[in-house]
């Protein structure tokens, strides 16, 4: 895809290429096969908001907490920011309807529109770095200020990554998974705490 002149560069870490290729030759291919259509379709839509924009992209990352957009030339106004990021979960919350005409015959059709549906809402949580958590600060700095806009973000960053913590840890001792959402929340929690002690 090329964006005002410019190619996109996509750019996939040694550690995310690796597990995904360890997952795929599991008895758990066909649920990974799912996720990164729904990750794929999830960026799609950040990708197109950005060309409906006329947002200038240099690359798009990809490491094992998930994917980021890197944007050259200009800084985004709070609307662009926020629609930007709001393409994503859209895409995801499509792509988890699309399939419904078949879920009865299809497997995959039916892990495919739950993994979408979970990508969509997990980053519509109004967590710093989740799309909502993006979303929520653009509206908030319209308001309220920037100042102010960090200050609730930070607050509902914790909470809402305590929460998943929690629910990771309830899915472990109770139904004996959830390993990988907690080491996910764990993550989440160390680099929040992380960015919170930084000058």
Known sequence: ??????????????????????????????????TLLAAGFHEAGHLCAARLLHIPLRALRLDLMGAR????????SYGEEWLLCAAGPLFSLLLAA?????????????QLSAVSLLLGLLNLLPIRSFDGGRMLAALLAVTVGERAAGGVLTGCSFVFLFLLW???VYFLLRAGDGLSLLCF?????????EAAGSP
């Not at 996109?8 to 066909?30: E, Y």
């Not at 699309?98 to 059709?109: D, E, G, M």
């Not at 764990?186 to 929040?192: G, K, P, S, T, V």
């Open 166 to 168: 929690c629910l990771a």
């Open 185 to 193: 929340s764990m993550n989440l929690l160390a680099r929040f705490f």
């Open 69 to 76: 957009l890197d944007i050259t030339g200009r800084m985004l």
């Open 1 to 34: 895809m090329k964006q005002t002149g410019t190619r996109i560069r996509i750019r996939i870490s040694p550690a995310a290429a690796t597990l995904v290729l360890g997952l795929l030759l599991t008895d758990r291919s066909l649920l990974c096969l799912a």
């Open 98 to 110: 699309a399939p419904a005409p078949v879920w009865a015959i299809s497997q995959f059709a039916r």
